[in-house]
């Protein structure tokens, strides 16, 4: 059974920083392709990041470049989004995605950040 579980999400002021956090287990941790996304309010859902097998390919979103940085650590099925220099602009409920070796994507339940002062 595929479960994915995020967490870390909450209220920050602008400039501070949030650690996301998604576990997620049903497969081999070691040969998905993980990802963040975000939805805003009266947005479409959108790619922030996104890490390959190893962990060591990265790609970012223009908005999340240089202020993001996501990783994992394949023996503990965990991949993280640290988030410095929050705007308001980045307040969304952010989504984990797993992507696995034939295509097939799992979401995780969302948790939502808030940049406000």
């Known amino acids: 059974q595929v479960e994915i579980v995020e967490s870390g999400g909450g209220s920050v002021q602008p400039g501070g920083s949030l650690q996301l956090s998604c576990t997620a287990s049903?497969?081999?941790?070691?040969?998905?392709?993980t990802s963040w996304y975000r939805q805003a309010p009266g947005k479409e859902r959108e790619f922030v990041a996104s890490?390959?097998?190893?962990?060591?390919?990265?790609h970012y979103a223009d908005v999340a470049r240089g202020r993001f940085f996501i990783h994992r650590d394949n023996w503990q099925s965990t991949v993280w989004l640290d988030m410095a220099s929050l705007k308001p602009d980045d307040t969304a409920v952010y989504y984990c995605?797993?992507?696995?070796?034939?295509?097939?994507?799992?979401w995780g339940q969302g948790t939502q950040v808030i940049v406000s002062s």
């Open positions: 890490t390959l097998h190893g962990g060591r390919s990265t």
């Open positions: 995605n797993v992507q696995t070796y034939n295509g097939t994507e799992y």
């Open positions: 049903g497969f081999a941790f070691s040969s998905v392709v």
